[in-house]
């Protein structure tokens, strides 16, 4: 398949065009077309779609590799059919080999994909702020992201490179990993874990300014937590929040399904709830029944 080149329109130029501009990019966690809408309705220019996210709210479940490749890909489909940022999907360690991997590029291209992360862990993987992680050989993960490069279409489609080894194998070699994976045409770079602030530097003086660099912030994980100011003046080009909406959600629920079924009502509630208006305000209700009212007029005026 002949690749195109470049397309301003295409959502892989729109995230390469952000991280051509001087500041960092944000790009906050979600898991479905509603909280893509809100964050895009907040002001993000950019989203991260994480396996983690999915797995806690379509499975109940933890991160632990339990997600398909096709939940995945469903439901990026839909968040890229509801708002226009470029998004950034997690495509775990491929869902296999090379092959499987460069079938994932395309499928989550089609979609919709702005950019493309791959891992380097062992099928089935786990958090990367979780413990007991273990890895493929650098010369496998080598060959999936060079796999991941000829399949995708689209040359302005990014391939995110992910090494959890320094949990696994220690901080110098996940530098040399990194390394590797950035030879082997990698995009962004994606170092999971480190654990105290010089590392994140170091990472920094190794790599910043010869390949974009991406921050993962999960509140109660190994990385010192940063604000987007502090990782832009280490070095950083992208900084994602993938599991914090669930974590701010979590609470909110519990309080709700409390409040309600102890008390019968919503009432205690209503000053921190939306109502409907409010819901279809969010939604874009009054300007979808415009359109189809407008369908229908376009069908009887044909009629006549």
């Known amino acids: 398949m002949s690749k195109v080149l470049s397309d301003p329109d295409e959502p892989g130029e729109v995230l390469r065009s952000l991280l051509q501009a001087p500041d960092i990019v ?21 989203l991260y779609l994480s396996g983690a996210s999915i797995a806690y709210t379509r499975l109940g479940r933890p991160d632990i590799g339990l997600v398909s490749v096709t939940e995945v890909a469903s439901t990026l489909a839909l968040i890229c059919d ?8 997690d495509a775990d360690t491929g869902f296999g080999n090379a092959l499987n991997t460069a079938r994932t590029v395309r499928e989550f291209e089609r979609c919709g994909a702005a950019a493309i992360q791959l891992e ?4 089935p993987k ?24 000829d399949a995708r279409r689209h040359t302005s489609t990014l391939i995110v490179a992910r090494t959890d080894a320094i949990a696994v194998e220690g901080f110098e070699a996940a530098l040399e990993r990194a390394e590797r994976y950035a030879d082997a045409g990698a995009d962004v770079l994606f170092i999971e874990a480190p654990q105290t602030e010089q590392q994140m530097q170091q990472i920094n003086d190794r790599f910043a300014g010869r390949i974009p660099l991406l921050a993962n912030m999960v509140e109660g994980g190994f990385t010192p937590m940063r604000s987007t100011e502090q990782l832009q003046a280490l070095g950083f080009s992208i900084v994602i929040y993938p ?12 309080r709700y399904f409390s409040t309600l079924l102890n008390d019968g009502s919503t009432g205690k509630l209503r000053d921190s709830m939306t109502d409907l208006a409010g819901v279809n305000e969010i939604l874009g209700t009054s300007d979808l029944l415009l359109l189809g009212k407008r369908y229908s007029q376009d069908q009887e005026n044909q009629g006549d």
């Open 82 to 89: 509801r708002v226009s940022l470029p998004v950034i999907v």
């Open 126 to 149: 786990r958090c990367g702020h979780l413990t007991g992680k273990t890895l493929v050989s650098t010369e496998e993960m080598v060959g999936k992201l060079q796999a991941s490069v």
């Open 120 to 123: 380097d862990q062992t099928l």
């Open 243 to 254: 599991g914090g909406l669930v974590r701010a959600l979590a609470p909110a629920m519990q």
């Open 26 to 46: 944000l790009a906050p966690g979600v898991y479905d077309s509603l909280s893509a809408l809100v964050a895009m309705q907040s002001g993000a220019q950019a």
